[in-house]
């Protein structure tokens, strides 16, 4: 369902002045979604680490988000009234094109109504989570090159490499010159050719090794053929993904499942998700990947969406040994 663009100036609380981005006056559009929507699910997935310099979520249901879209940096306001109406702000160069994909961000193409679920745990999930869906960002490298950042390390390390490249050599997001608004250090990812530029110590800082620093250079210098990959089927751009040496299955399905929404881009080679899902379906805890995906395939299709689903029921098998150490998979 289309909503209305409206380029006219941000409403500011009750109370307080019109705040003014530092690019020029906010762009806002509202949008009605078609059905029932929890920004906090459907935005989540984009968020690396409680610390992420391009994400804020904030107590009043407020998200805020920082990017590099086709059009340049931009920033991304996201709240919801009441009645479900969703408000966007949006501000610099990108404010327009982040403002054109807010239905498709909040998972207006995807089809929530196609899955069927054949285990009573999912069926409960799903129905306890109604504001569930697939968000679509439209962009390749923001998911990429975080998603190749967690190859082989622990989620702290690779959130810390995260916020560090960000915050060193992102760029600060525009925005409104409100002071709370600079509080939150919102920062946009570094294009190709500061990616490309960033030297070795400075990775190292970070605690980025060689191969994965390798990895990411290799995949910024053919960042336009990465970005083709939005539009692309699911098979189509997981081949076009992997052609880049040092990336694999794990790190282009945990790209897609973001850039393109992808509903059946399941996680192989995750060191947990076999696991979780042995044990959700089957009560088997011990489950590999082969066996994961046998009981992945009624809901082909909808497999990304029956992990999600999975992953919010609650049922996580306790932890049996310590987390995951450098070199315990290649999250490839």
Known sequence: MAGRFVPRTAAAPRGRPAVTGVSGPALTRTWTPPGPLDLRLV???LRRGPADPAY????????WRATRTPAGPGTLRVSASHDGTVHGAAWGPGAQWLLDGLPALLGADDVPEDFRPRHRLLALTQHRRPGLRLLRTGLVMESLIPSILEQKVTTDEAYRAWRLLLRTHGTPAPGPTDPGFAAYGLHVLPDARTWSLIPSWEWHRA???SKRSATILRAVRVARRMEEAAAMGLTEAMTRLQLIP???PWTAAETLQRSNGAADAVTVGDLHLPGIVGHALADDRDADDEAMLALLAPYEGQRHRATRLIMLS?????RR?????????ARL
């Not at 804020?56 to 998200?63: E, I, K, V």
């Not at 609650?314 to 306790?318: D, L």
């Not at 040994?321 to 998979?329: E, H, K, L, S, Y």
């Open 321 to 329: 040994a310590p987390r995951m150490q450098p070199g315990d998979i």
């Open 314 to 318: 609650g049922r996580i098998p306790a």
């Open 56 to 63: 804020r979520a904030l107590p009043d249901g407020t998200f």
């Open 246 to 248: 040092g990336i694999g």
């Open 207 to 209: 605690g980025v090794d």
């Open 43 to 45: 935005l989540g997935p």
